[in-house]
């Protein structure tokens, strides 16, 4: 017999955009009834976020290196004790971080289980519509009001799904989703950093030396100059990743390479399932393990070698006449070919 998930209470707090203000706005929060359209929506959130939420975050320590998280104690606190003033201070949290550039939200706390002896946290926010916030009662929300609000704009939001199997013990990390961004980031700031005091469990410097290592090893054992070539360029187009939070197999497929040069990148990692973790690109220390120059003389030539070895693989002899210069090396054809260059 299969287990069921069941969502067992549900939250939900108006949530203005109010970074820097003081005092801070009064939120609206109501008990989500145990029945209803509303209800059905957010048990379908919840039955979907162990498989939908696939970003691994951590808790961050304090500045001093301590495992104290503000934001942690309180949404463990809402945990152990569903009730709406315990909730509310996950609310009053993020709205402390919300700019206007993210406008009024809508979040929803969601408590239950998706196996036996496993208790799980929702965290979810949702746009709110600017145009209903007059029908908001003071210090109160209408389940009318949340499903006008939710039911528009049901397919864009933010979760993060906490799992544990002693309640007591807390959480130490969790997994996450964002559906709201379009742009080079699979995880906004504030939402991760900012709200939770969180962090991507796979460091960006950690995740790119890893990218980095594994186009290295794929040009160093492609079988063919046409597809070492091919990875060589990738190197240039992954600089233009700087700065980007996704996977590693999300940063491969969108440079379109060949079927052929992204399973060489992807079959070069140590592990499989380490494509998939999200990381922020650090184009510093992607050069640092990855860079190949690439030297074009006027007579046609291109000589290329990875960076750290072109001056141990190509012999320099400066000429008398101004920018010329002599190459050469040695070595044993291991490939040799025709191509269009364009």
């Given amino acids: 017999m299969g287990y069921t998930m069941p969502l067992t209470s549900a939250h939900s707090y108006l949530v203005h955009p109010a970074k820097g203000v003081d005092p801070q706005p ?17 048990t379908e959130l919840f039955e979907r976020a162990p498989g939908e939420c696939t970003i691994p975050i951590v808790f961050a320590p304090d500045e001093n290196g301590n495992q104290n998280n503000p934001c942690r104690d309180d949404i463990e606190a809402y945990a152990r004790n569903p009730r709406i003033d315990l909730g509310r201070k996950v609310a009053e949290r993020l709205q402390a971080v919300t700019t206007h550039r993210s406008g009024l939200g ?26 209903v916030v007059a029908q908001e009662n ?58 939770l005091k969180s962090d991507l469990r796979t460091t960006g410097p950690a995740g790119t030396r890893r990218l980095a290592e594994a186009l290295r090893a794929a040009v160093k054992s492609a079988p063919s100059s046409g597809l070492k070539q091919e990875l060589v360029s990738a190197t240039q187009l992954m600089r233009g990743q700087d700065g980007a939070t996704r996977s590693a197999r999300a940063i491969i497929r969108r440079l379109g390479l060949s079927t052929e040069a992204t399973e060489a990148i992807e079959s070069a990692f140590p592990r ?15 050069e640092r393990h990855a860079t190949y120059r690439t030297v074009e ?31 050469s090396t040695e070595g044993e054809v291991v490939d040799q070919r025709l191509r269009k260059t364009r």
């Fill in 26 to 42: 009064a939120i609206s929060g109501t008990v989500v009834p145990a029945t209803g359209a509303l209800r059905r929506m957010l």
């Fill in 106 to 131: 809508l979040l929803f706390l969601l408590r239950g289980s998706h196996a036996p002896r496993k208790e799980s946290i929702i965290v979810s926010r949702f746009p709110a519509d600017e145009g």
């Fill in 138 to 195: 003071a210090g109160n929300l209408s389940v009318e009001f949340i499903e006008r609000v939710f039911m528009k704009n049901s397919k864009a939001y933010k979760s993060v799904h906490f799992r544990t199997s002693d309640i007591r013990a807390g959480f130490k990390e969790g997994t996450a989703i964002d559906k709201q961004l379009s742009g080079p980031r699979d995880l906004s700031d504030y939402w991760i950093a900012d709200f």
């Fill in 272 to 286: 499989r399932d380490l494509i998939d973790e999200a990381f922020r690109f650090d184009r510093e220390e992607f």
């Fill in 297 to 327: 003389l006027d007579n046609g030539a291109l000589l290329t070698a990875e960076d750290s070895r072109f001056k141990d693989i190509f012999q320099v002899e400066r000429l008398v006449a101004d920018n010329r210069a002599r190459y």
